[in-house]
């Protein structure tokens, strides 16, 4: 028995999910705050300040930042790379393909395959419609900010691959019915600066996807 030491006494604040570091995937965890004392044969005397927070494994039971939180669990990174699909996917059709029954097609193959199983070219033509009348009346910039808010969360999380590959999905629908417009081109290349994807990088990939495989 150690006659005197400094010990940290845990107290829970909060739970929740959150994808362990440890463990490799996504797990419950508690918030913990920690307050350090002096303790003398097993007795807590003098404070010895506070520990920052942390976030304990319900599984491993491993300590860990709460910046841990930053990382999206594996559901939450699903969802969000299906919004993002979904978002290129409507905002492309909007900016030049919603006449052309092959590039609708595409878009509605696009988002079904990212995961929106359900979806029908209905509803991209209804929620389509809304976003050229708000792109309309903003001059534009709604589409951008639509892209960027969509993508902006999910670009930390993916490889290079990852993010080309969202580009990919926007090009291949707006090539279903010819070569880029100006206003694909446009879209497209918010979607590539939204993803960090280098203005030349863009270039590359929107030529890359006119050539066929």
Do not use: K
């Not at 979607?191 to 990088?201: F, N, R, T, V, Y």
Request: proline content about 4%; overall charge neutral.
């Amino acid at each position: 028995m150690r006659l005197a030491g400094v010990r940290t006494s845990w107290r829970t604040v909060g739970d929740g999910d959150f994808f362990c570091p440890a463990c490799g995937g996504d797990r419950s965890y508690r918030r913990r705050t920690g307050r350090r004392r002096f303790v003398l044969l097993g007795v807590p005397l003098l404070s010895r300040g506070t520990v920052p927070p942390v976030l304990e494994c319900a599984a491993c039971r491993g300590h860990f930042g709460t910046e841990s939180l930053d990382h999206p669990t594996t559901n939450r990174l699903a969802a969000l790379l299906r919004e993002a699909v979904h978002a290129i996917a409507l905002t492309v059709l909007a900016a030049g393909g919603s006449e052309s029954r092959t590039a609708r097609q595409a878009a509605v193959e696009t988002v079904r395959g990212a995961g929106f199983t359900e979806c029908t070219e209905d509803q991209l033509m209804t929620l389509m419609a809304a976003l050229s009348s708000e792109s309309g009346r903003s001059g534009g910039v709604s589409t951008e900010i639509e892209l960027h808010e969509a993508l902006a969360p999910l670009a930390p999380h993916l490889a290079a691959v990852g993010r080309e590959g969202l580009l990919l999905h926007g090009a291949r629908i707006a090539l279903a019915d010819g070569p880029y417009g100006e206003s694909e081109r446009q879209v497209l290349s918010a979607a590539g600066a939204s993803l960090g994807i280098a203005e030349e990088d863009v270039d590359r990939l929107l030529a890359e996807a006119r050539t066929p495989s």
